[in-house]
């Protein structure tokens, strides 16, 4: 998965959580820790992943760094 793709993923995921807090859910502990935690993978795999493609694009720009 790229990086724009994890990070609409990750959006998406914010406006189920958003959703849910509307709709009253914020009480459902269970679901909510369930989403938080997602959100936090997600995003770590996003950075991770972004981080990822500047590297390789540096690479592929620059070459192989000498020194």
Partial sequence: MSAIEMQTHLQQLEAER????????????AYM???VEEIE?????????????????????SGVLKG
């Fill in 18 to 29: 958003a959703h849910a807090l509307m709709a009253g859910l914020g009480g459902s502990a």
């Fill in 41 to 61: 993978v997600t995003r770590h795999a996003y950075v991770a992943s972004a981080v990822t493609e500047i590297a390789v694009f540096r690479a592929e720009l």
């Fill in 33 to 35: 820790a369930d989403l």
